[in-house]
């Protein structure tokens, strides 16, 4: 199974971008799909996380309020829908799905935020 992100561009500060993580096919067992991201020098963190069982949620500080992690079961597909956007929020994102002790991660789509 593969995952491909998309979604990522160029936009200007306070505005929005919505992310999307297919996976190429159905992952059983998932424990939790996730976002990351790194910035330019930085290591990358993680953002956003969606459980596979209850779909409870956990955001980092910097994103709360502002981003929105979700899933569509049908479609395989983790979303990250980002609002109020800044420019300390440039960086490659990355999902990552952790199912039955693997971890799957898509190649990076790049956000650039404008000020």
């Known amino acids: 199974v593969q995952l491909q992100a998309s979604g990522g561009g160029l936009v200007q500060a306070g505005g929005s971008l919505r992310l999307s993580c297919a996976a190429s096919?159905?992952?059983?067992?998932?424990?939790?799909l996730e976002w990351y991201r790194q910035a330019p020098g930085k290591v990358r963190g993680l953002v956003a996380q969606?459980?596979?069982?209850?779909?409870?949620?956990y955001y980092v500080d910097s994103v709360k309020g502002r981003f929105t992690i979700s899933r569509d079961v049908a479609k395989n597909t983790v979303y990250l829908q980002m609002n109020s956007l800044k420019p300390e929020d440039t960086a490659v994102y990355y999902c990552?799905?952790?199912?039955?002790?693997?971890?799957?991660w898509g190649k990076g789509t790049l956000v650039t935020v404008s000020s």
């Open positions: 990552r799905i952790l199912a039955g002790g693997v971890a799957y």
């Open positions: 096919g159905t992952i059983y067992g998932i424990t939790t």
């Open positions: 969606i459980t596979g069982g209850d779909s409870s949620t």
